[in-house]
């Protein structure tokens, strides 16, 4: 069956950095355009980055932009979410998750309605 386990988060110093990994099994990552989201406490899950199946097009939320970059491993069916110069407003608990489609919808940015398949998250915390 389809998984998705995320890995990597903890906790880092403001301006540090951490690479999230997102394990998937049970499809083929190539076919399928794959999220990154986050939540903050009190706050709605919302997307951070999309890479498109087939063509690796990534997309980022203006929030990360320039300090995140996601990417794909199609060999160990994974895929990755690097963050530097990490920031407080970062923290939250990062989830992935499969699209339906082959390709980021829209202007790239995940939607949680574009998604069926959800990892149970990693929390990354920001602080000194």
């Known amino acids: 069956q389809v998984q998705l386990v995320e890995s990597g988060g903890g906790l880092v110093q403001p301006g540090g950095s951490l690479r999230l990994s997102c394990a998937a099994s049970?499809?083929?990552?190539?076919?399928?355009?794959i999220g990154w989201f986050r939540q903050a406490p009190g706050k709605e899950r919302e997307g951070v980055s999309c890479i498109s199946g087939r063509s690796g097009s990534t997309y980022y939320a203006d929030s990360v932009k320039g300090r995140f970059t996601i990417s794909r491993d199609n060999a160990k069916n994974t895929v990755y979410l690097q963050m530097n110069s990490l920031k407080p407003e970062d923290t939250a608990v990062y989830y992935c998750?499969?699209?339906?489609?082959?390709?980021?919808?829209?202007?790239?940015?995940?939607?949680?309605?574009?998604?069926?398949?959800w990892g149970k998250g990693t929390l990354v915390t920001v602080s000194s």
């Open positions: 998750a499969r699209s339906r489609y082959t390709y980021c919808s829209g202007y790239g940015i995940p939607t949680p309605g574009d998604m069926d398949f």
């Open positions: 049970g499809f083929t990552l190539d076919y399928y355009a």
